[in-house]
Structure formats: structure tokens, C-alpha cells
């Protein structure tokens, strides 16, 4: 190509392309960096591919490698590669002619849509064409690997005019130098280039080496880990590589409870390892993040297209080379393929709990704190996820102990048959809790927003199971022995109870309890509590607020009796009514600030009364 010089139009039919690529990616311009390195992978991979062919006969110690060199001064950013390199010819067929064939395209097909939010590199073969996001001009210099190839240069300055010229690289490979235009001011900064090279590039399978030229540094170790993790079989990996690349990639230096290692090569290639965090709060498990690659390189974090939206509680990487990516890499199409990875994914996970819980159950036991919330919001979300890990789905009693459902039903249906009796609250409800454990019932805790969805959920799926908190009547077992007075006999105690505590409207019906030092219990049916509960987590009123409440007073206890008796006087029945009234608010729920104060103040009354 000696003297040789040649000028011409890029293949386009419209109007500048380039401006466009700058007008529809400017909040993704650091997607350059991406473009640029996998570029010079892929010519470093098709290299390798063609001397394993016997093609390109290169030396047995041939070291691949990508440079970036960031030069402040200048204003330039390169990239080099000593990859397979391309003659004029190819740069004239794969940047010209290729790519803005691709551009016409795409402008043919949204020309009247120029205000959508969309991104046009990948899919139109323009990813090198990227670079202009951030430069004002840009150089190719490339060698092939062919024998008695000529060096070549290429130059564009953001028109629809390039030239290409003979080059003056003597080594086999690419370099692509951009210089920087006020778009890409920010990426001259030393620290922010690195971040973006590691954010996209930190797995990328070619080893990355940063020079600073103005600073005169260079980094004598790759800043890339071309190997991670995922790629090594579960077995060659260790307890503590695990622990290390988790603390590497997420910066979270908790320990993870347990971790899944994916690994498949068909019907698709998927590799990767999801991590279930420790989580110190509640709502800190919305702050998951899984990243996606495709061939090591990164696309995105937490793509509800792949990954199923209640795995993203989780932590983890996930490579997927053969992902339908359409227009750029950062979104992908909805179809048959990506369906079947979600489905895997779900598979995986679920199949790993199970063999924690019943391989591993004590240890299990021991994350059910942290990944509860997980697995529940799971089991609402997903139809089969509750299906496939029903098993491991455990309930943790008041004494900390931990039972599956099938396990929770066998030691206690001959008492309450299939009915599986939980608390929400385990100092509040102590005592309604202690008389339940008294007839040898375990009571379960749920105390997340989480529970009333989920038991809702297990219902529908398990036949003739039902949760029923424990004031939400009063079990069968219970009750004591039926006195000979019937229903009209009490009718008295309840009038004094609904005058003494202002309340005419309020259920009140009297039963004999087995315990009898608890005066009375508030009752909520299960069926009200849970349309509340509901309403509150998905942030809607349902029905018209009205509840089914009633207070039940235990006739077999002593203050009851008095009462029941009618000798007491006028004040001192109101006194025993109203403390009655609030003892049972406060096990059912909170009292009001008002109602607080005065039962304080009844109680010093009460004491003084007593010390008299």
C-alpha cells in the first residue's frame, strides 16, 4: 500500500450518522469503553481460533494482550490489541461498508422515531462507531496477521468523510486512538477510565494493562481477572475463593449464608453463582444485585427479562454467551429462550434449597432468619417456585424451634387438626401464647409484611390447610367446662362491660377458659386480619373497614365472676371493666397514647388501693 492515499463518502444515504449515535447514547456514553475492549478481544480470539487451524503459525509463548493508554495532554484515549489486525480492504469492508450499511437501516427504519429512548450499537453492527459518543476524531492503525500484509490507517473526524492511507504500525494488531471532544471531557480522568474498564471489562478473557502517558505509569499487572470464578467447575472451587469473590465483586464484606454455582451447556451455555447475602434488616433485601455478562463481558445489573424478579434479592453473576440481545447489548428480546433460562435458574435455586434443608438441616435452620423473606416473596411471585421448594419452606415456632409444614402438621393435628396457629408478635402475645403451649399446641411466628400474601398463597396450594392467628377465636381447646347459665344469665355482665368502657356497639360474649387467670381475650377473625394485612402490603383499602372484633370474657376467672355477680359498686365495676378492656388491647395490639396514660394511672390507683 506504499504512496497510496484514498478518500471517500461512508456508505450512508441520509444525513450524519454520527451525531445521531451521540444523540441517542449520550447517557450511556461510557458504553464506549465496552465496545472498544470487546472489539479488541474478539480480534485477539479470532487470531487464536485461526493459528489452533494452523492459519496464522504464531510463536508457542505468544502473550495476547490489550492496552489502554490514556494520555490527558494530548486529549487521547487508545486502544491496542495484538489481535488478528486488518488490511485496508477489510477496514473498508467491516467499518465502512458494514456498519453503515447497518446505520441506513436503522435510519430507514427510525428516522420518524428520533425521540425514543433507545440504543442502535450492537445490533447494527456499530459498536466500534460508538467512539464518537465521546470523540471528535478518530484513527485506526492496523496490521494483519497475513503474510506480507501492509499497515493501514483510517481517520474520520465525526463527518461522513474518511480516509485511509498506508499506516506505520510494524506489529500485527489494532490501535484505535480517540480524541476526546467536549462530550468525553469526564473520561480523561485517570480514575473514572479505570472504573469503567473494570465495571465492563474487569472479566473480559484477554489480560488489560492501563498506561497513564501523561503520568508516566504503567501497570505492570493486568487490572482484569480474565478467569473468574464461574468458570471453574464447582468442585475445584473453595469455601474461601467463594467468600473472596464475593467480597471482590459486591463490595459487601459480610460473609454470604451460602452460595449456588450454575453451570450448563445445553439447550443453552449459562454459567455463573448466586449468593444469598446475610441480611442485618428487613429491607435491606431489596438491595440485591445480580450482574450479567455475555462472554465475560458486562451488560447489565438485574435484568428482569432473564433473571426472575424475586432472585434479585440475591447477589451474583451470571454469564450467558448465547443471550438474543437486540438493539444494544444492555436489553434483550422476550422470547422462548430467555424464558427457558429463567425457568432454569428457578429450578437451580430452588433445588438447592431443598438439599440444604434436608442434607444440611441444621445449618439450614440456621439462615432460615436471613432468607425467609426470599424464599416467601418467591413462593408469591413465581407459580413454581413454591411447587419446587415446598419442602424447604420452614416455620419457626415460638421456642425457635423449625418445622416444615408437613412436619409442623404432625405434631399437632390430633389437637387442632389442620389448622397451623401463629403469632405476630411473641412478647405483645405472650400471653395468649402461653395458653395455647399450655395444651401442647406450637405456635408459629410471622412478623413480616410478607406472611399475610404468603399463608394466603400456601392455602390456595395446600388442601384443607388453614393459618389462623391466635386471637382469632377461641380454639376448642381452650375452652373449659360449659356453666349451667346460659346465654341470657350474662346479659347483665356484658351491659355493665359495654357501659363502663363507652363502647354500646362492640361483640361481647363470655365463655369459660381452661386458664382462668385471664380475664378476657380480643378476638379478630382470621379473615378480616388478613384483608387488612393485605391492603397494607400491596398499599390499598380493600372492602369498607368494618371489622368482626369481639372481646370474649372468661367465665371461669375470678374478676369475671365478681362482676357477673352484680354486687360490686357502681365506680369499682367501671374500674375492673376499663382495666379489663386494656389488658386485652394491649395483648391483641397497641393502645392508644390516651388509653395509655390512663392506664397507667389506673394502675398506680389500683396499687394504692391495694397497700391500704
Request: contains cysteine; charged residues 30%.
Amino acid at each position: 500500500m506504499e504512496n497510496h492515499f484514498e478518500k471517500g463518502n461512508l456508505s450512508i444515504n441520509s444525513e450524519n450518522i454520527l451525531p445521531i449515535i451521540k444523540k441517542w447514547l449520550y447517557s450511556d456514553a461510557d458504553i464506549f469503553v465496552r465496545e472498544l475492549v470487546s472489539n479488541a478481544a474478539d480480534a485477539i480470539t479470532k487470531l487464536g481460533r485461526l493459528d489452533s487451524l494452523g492459519e496464522a503459525n504464531l510463536p508457542e509463548d505468544e502473550a495476547f494482550a490489550i492496552k489502554i493508554v490514556l494520555d490527558k495532554e494530548a486529549r487521547t484515549i487508545k486502544f491496542v490489541d495484538n489481535g488478528v489486525g486488518m488490511t485496508a480492504d477489510e477496514i473498508k469492508k467491516y467499518i465502512n461498508q458494514i456498519a453503515f450499511s447497518g446505520a441506513t437501516d436503522f435510519m430507514n427504519r427510525y428516522k420518524e422515531k428520533m425521540d425514543a429512548e433507545s440504543e442502535i450499537i450492537g445490533h447494527f453492527g456499530l459498536g466500534f462507531y460508538s467512539a464518537f459518543m465521546v470523540a471528535d476524531k478518530v484513527e485506526i492503525d492496523s496490521l494483519s496477521y497475513r503474510p506480507e500484509a501492509e499497515a493501514a490507517h483510517w481517520l474520520c473526524d465525526g463527518g461522513i468523510e474518511f480516509e485511509i492511507s498506508a499506516g506505520s504500525r510494524d506489529t500485527r494488531g489494532t490501535t484505535v486512538t480517540l480524541h476526546i471532544g467536549d462530550d468525553g471531557e469526564e473520561f480523561l480522568d485517570d480514575y473514572t477510565l479505570r472504573r469503567i474498564v473494570k465495571k465492563y471489562c474487569g472479566f473480559i478473557p484477554v489480560e488489560i494493562y492501563f498506561e497513564n502517558a501523561a503520568a508516566k505509569t504503567n501497570d505492570k499487572e493486568p487490572i482484569n481477572d480474565k478467569n473468574p470464578l464461574w468458570l471453574k467447575k464447582a468442585s475445584d472451587c473453595t469455601d474461601e475463593e467463594y467468600k473472596k469473590f464475593y467480597h471482590q465483586v459486591f463490595m459487601d464484606f459480610n460473609e454470604p449464608l451460602f452460595w449456588i454455582h450454575l453451570n450448563m451447556d445445553y439447550p443453552f451455555r449459562l454459567k455463573g453463582i448466586l449468593y444469598f447475602p446475610r441480611l442485618k434488616h428487613e429491607l435491606e433485601s431489596i438491595e440485591g444485585q445480580v450482574k450479567l455478562f455475555s462472554s465475560q463481558v458486562f451488560v447489565a445489573d438485574n435484568i428482569k427479562e432473564v433473571i426472575p424478579e424475586f432472585l434479585l434479592l440475591l447477589k451474583g453473576v451470571m454469564d450467558c454467551p448465547d443471550l438474543p440481545l437486540n438493539v444494544s447489548r444492555s436489553f434483550l428480546q422476550n422470547d422462548g429462550y430467555v424464558e427457558k433460562l429463567s425457568g432454569y435458574i428457578v429450578r437451580k435455586v430452588a433445588d438447592k434449597l431443598v438439599s440444604l434443608s434436608q442434607n444440611e438441616r441444621e445449618e439450614y435452620n440456621k439462615y432460615w432468619d436471613d432468607i425467609n423473606q426470599f424464599i416467601k416473596y418467591g413462593c408469591v411471585r413465581e407459580a413454581d417456585f413454591y411447587e419446587k421448594c415446598r419442602d424447604a419452606v420452614l416455620y419457626k415456632s415460638t421456642k425457635g424451634e423449625f418445622y416444615t409444614l408437613s412436619e409442623y402438621l404432625e405434631r399437632n393435628e390430633d389437637k387442632i387438626g389442620k389448622k397451623v396457629i401463629y403469632a405476630n408478635s411473641a412478647k405483645r402475645q405472650s400471653q395468649y401464647i402461653r395458653m395455647f403451649e399450655e395444651q401442647g399446641v406450637d405456635v408459629i411466628l410471622l412478623t413480616t409484611r410478607l406472611d399475610a400474601p404468603f399463608t394466603t398463597h400456601v392455602e390456595a396450594l395446600e388442601e384443607g390447610v388453614a393459618f389462623a392467628r391466635i386471637d382469632s377465636e377461641l380454639s376448642e381447646i381452650m375452652k373449659g367446662e360449659d356453666t349451667e347459665k346460659d346465654k341470657k344469665a350474662h346479659e347483665g355482665l356484658i351491659a355493665i362491660f359495654k357501659e363502663a368502657i363507652g363502647n354500646k356497639n362492640l361483640a361481647i360474649e363470655v365463655q369459660n377458659f381452661k386458664n382462668e387467670t385471664t380475664p378476657a381475650m380480643i378476638f379478630l377473625s382470621e379473615e378480616s386480619r388478613r384483608v387488612q394485612e393485605i391492603s397494607k402490603v400491596y398499599g390499598m383499602k380493600i372492602g369498607k373497614g368494618k371489622t368482626d372484633e369481639k372481646l370474649v370474657l372468661n367465665g371461669a376467672n375470678e374478676l369475671v365472676k365478681l362482676l357477673d355477680a352484680g354486687n360490686l359498686d357502681v365506680d369499682d365495676a367501671k374500674v375492673i371493666c376499663e382495666h379489663i378492656w386494656d389488658m386485652a388491647s394491649l395483648s391483641h395490639g397497641h393502645l392508644s397514647p390516651e388509653r395509655m396514660e390512663k392506664f397507667i394511672e389506673r394502675n398506680s390507683l389500683i396499687l394504692r388501693e391495694f397497700v391500704r
